[in-house]
Each structure stands twice: as structure tokens, then as C-alpha cells.
């Protein structure tokens, strides 16, 4: 039976290996093994031991053995004796480090946005909130994307999904790091207050990582009552 609402929907776990791959064929993404990060940028890269991945899949036997490295590295697939809920938060991690910048770039993000939001629609979920953190997409020069560029992507989206489904509603949960500490908190709280005048799709606030090796959620009440208080 469809499922006519997704309530929680992490963009940064939502697309596809395979579609993750795929953005890496692009000739501006680079990769460092000893890292285990991306880089994108279609000014090019100089930070050392960055190489262009089309470059990487050369000095493997076959490009297909390459793609399959990156597929691994992921993939969470945790052993038997690892799947405990702390070493599953530590995958967490490592993968949404390993992935930022395919999920962050601005172009990949907007296209990474469409494809998962049209796979929802053809599953039959009209109404979508995304869990998502605001000021992480990033132009060519590694600058922040300004707030109004960022929900301008969220509202083109939506516009042409309307298009062909009229029904369709997307709204947006902010999330805040806890094991980043107050600072990051606010900024994001400090983002919903900028992006109230400018939007209606931002309609909660979440705080993730996890429970037991984090800061609990009382500790950020005072902020959190603040922003309440100031939103009405």
C-alpha cells in the first residue's frame, strides 16, 4: 500500500550509491584515499593528495573495479558484532564526511533535490519533509551559497514537481549538531529566523547525533525558547 507521507527524510542519506558514483564521473570532482574525502570544484583542486577521480579509475584495471571501491567505502554495512547503536552512529558519521561535498555542492545538490523528491512522487508520497542543515552548499570558490540562493533551490523543486503533481507539499526541518555545541545550534536557529520572512516551507526543528555520548537536549532549551519566543 502507498505511503502517502514521509515525516523523515534525511537529505544526506536519501540519494543513491550508484547516483553518488555517477556525480563522480563529473570532471571536476577530485578524491583522496588517505582523506577518504571529495573534493568539487570546477576551478580545480590544490589540496595535497587530491587527484581527479577520472584520473584515479585510469590506474585501475577496469574503471567499473574503481567504482566499485567507492561503492564500498559507501556502503554501511557494519559486522554482526559492530551493529551496536553506537558503532551504527560512527558509520553514520564516517559516511556523511566521506559523501559532503557530492551532497553540498550547489549544482549536485539541486540535482541530487529533484531526483529523490520525483522518486517520492512516483512512489505515491505527496507530502515530504527533508531534514536538512542550512549554510552546507557551496559554490565553485568554496563559498557558502547565500540562505535566499538555498531555499530558491528547495522552491524551484517544488514548483516543477507541482507541475505534474499538483498535490505535492515539501516542507523543511531545520536539524542542528549537538556534538558541534551551542555555536552551531544557533546558527541554525538563527538561519529559521532569517528564512521566516523569506519562506514557508521551514515548519520544525530537529536536533540529531546521538543521545548518550552527546550534549541532551536540555542543554540548548534556553536557545531553543529564545528562537520561540522571537517566532511567535
Not at 17 to 24: E, H, M
Not at 39 to 46: D, E, I, P, W, Y
Not at 135 to 150: A, Q, R
Request: proline content about 4%.
Amino acid at each position: 500500500m502507498p505511503q502517502p507521507a514521509v515525516h523523515h527524510a534525511h537529505l544526506p542519506a536519501c540519494d543513491t550509491i550508484d547516483d553518488l558514483v555517477a556525480l563522480t564521473y563529473k570532471n571536476h570532482v577530485y578524491y583522496s584515499q588517505t582523506a577518504n574525502e571529495f573534493h568539487v570544484s570546477k576551478k580545480g583542486c590544490t589540496k595535497p593528495g587530491f587527484i581527479k577521480v577520472n584520473t584515479l579509475r585510469q590506474y585501475w584495471k577496469d574503471a567499473s573495479q574503481f567504482d566499485d571501491f567507492l561503492r564500498a567505502k559507501m556502503l554501511l554495512k557494519p559486522p554482526a558484532e559492530a551493529r551496536t547503536d553506537h558503532a551504527v552512529w560512527g558509520g553514520f558519521q564516517f559516511k556523511f564526511q566521506l559523501t559532503f561535498q557530492l551532497y553540498n555542492y550547489v549544482h549536485f545538490f539541486e540535482r541530487i533535490l529533484y531526483k529523490v523528491t520525483r522518486e517520492f512522487m512516483r512512489e505515491l508520497v505527496t507530502v515530504v519533509e527533508y531534514r536538512h542543515i542550512l549554510g552546507c552548499l557551496f559554490d565553485d570558490d568554496g563559498n557558502t551559497v547565500p540562505l535566499e540562493e538555498e531555499l530558491a533551490i528547495f522552491h524551484r523543486c517544488v514548483t516543477t514537481i507541482q507541475s505534474r503533481y499538483p498535490l505535492f507539499r515539501m516542507r523543511i526541518i531545520v536539524c542542528g549538531l549537538k556534538m558541534f555545541g551551542h555555536g552551531h545550534i544557533q546558527s541554525q536557529l538563527d538561519a529559521i529566523i532569517a528564512a521566516d520572512a523569506k519562506t514557508n516551507l521551514i515548519s520544525g526543528f530537529d536536533m540529531v547525533n546521538e543521545e548518550d555520548y552527546n550534549p541532551p537536549i536540555d542543554e540548548f532549551l534556553e536557545q531553543i525558547l529564545a528562537v520561540k519566543m522571537q517566532l511567535g
